[in-house]
């Protein structure tokens, strides 16, 4: 089992940023992915940006030039700069493992771009 704790949401208006964060704990994998999804209202859940244990990382379109995604591998922490955030950029934001076999999801953190 793989437990998510994430932090960092909350409310910002457009061209504000927020940084999020992801500890992950227990059963953690050398080789991994971790990533940032997001939910918008009424919309369906869409990848953000992930990066593995290689530091190899990938971005949405949508986010590229504006969002950083970083980690650190020694403390199984994943992080997600957002820079110049825009009101479509609003939902919940889910942190996600990717071991060798299973996934987990973290309970997911608000945040809200007012315009």
């Known amino acids: 089992q793989v437990q998510l704790v994430e932090s960092g949401g909350g409310l910002v208006q457009a061209g504000g940023s927020l940084r999020l964060s992801c500890a992950a704990s227990?059963?953690?994998?050398?080789?991994?992915?971790m990533g940032w999804y997001r939910q918008g209202p009424g919309k369906r859940r869409e990848l953000v940006a992930t990066?593995?244990?290689?530091?190899?990382?990938n971005y949405a379109d949508s986010v590229k030039g504006r969002f950083t995604i970083s980690r650190d591998n020694a403390k199984n922490t994943v992080f997600l700069q957002m820079d110049s955030l825009k009101p479509e950029d609003t939902g919940v934001y889910y942190c996600?493992?990717?071991?060798?076999?299973?996934?987990?999801w973290g309970q997911g953190t608000q945040v809200t771009v007012s315009s």
């Open positions: 996600q493992y990717q071991g060798r076999l299973l996934g987990y």
């Open positions: 227990g059963s953690i994998s050398s080789i991994n992915t």
């Open positions: 990066i593995n244990s290689g530091g190899s990382t």
